[in-house]
């Protein structure tokens, strides 16, 4: 089992940066693909990020691409999600997830490919 805590949300003004990270502890945290979602009020929780389990193979969603990126560290057990040039939009409450993969380069941006989620990260952008 995983356990995952998000830190680093916060109020920032539109252009902005902020730089979420994400906890994990268990064992095997290199066996996870990660993935950072959000959920504002009212909506769907959507798919934000994702990174594989070598670390190289991204995913991004359209509206997050060229202004975010997604990392990890397996030997520090975090992922991180760099957040420039932020926008109203983004605001929501963002959560890590972890996907348990055997394949080594999958990245999957469905919400029910995930089995494991943290308590989420407030985001709020000002215009």
């Known amino acids: 089992q995983v356990q995952l805590v998000e830190s680093g949300g916060g109020l920032v003004q539109a252009g902005g940066s902020l730089r979420l990270s994400c906890a994990a502890s268990?064992?095997?945290?290199?066996?996870?693909?990660m993935g950072w979602f959000r959920q504002a009020p009212g909506k769907e929780r959507e798919f934000v990020a994702a990174?594989?389990?070598?670390?190289?193979?991204?995913d991004y969603a359209d509206s997050v691409q060229g202004r975010f990126t997604i990392s990890r560290d397996n030997a520090k057990n975090t992922v991180s999600l760099q957040m420039n040039t932020l926008k109203p939009e983004d605001t929501a409450r963002y959560y890590c997830a972890a996907d348990f993969h055997l394949n080594k380069q999958t990245v999957r941006s469905s919400t029910g490919a995930y089995e494991y989620w943290g308590q989420g990260t407030q985001v709020t952008v000002s215009s």
């Open positions: 990174i594989a389990r070598n670390g190289v193979n991204t």
């Open positions: 268990g064992r095997l945290f290199s066996s996870y693909a």
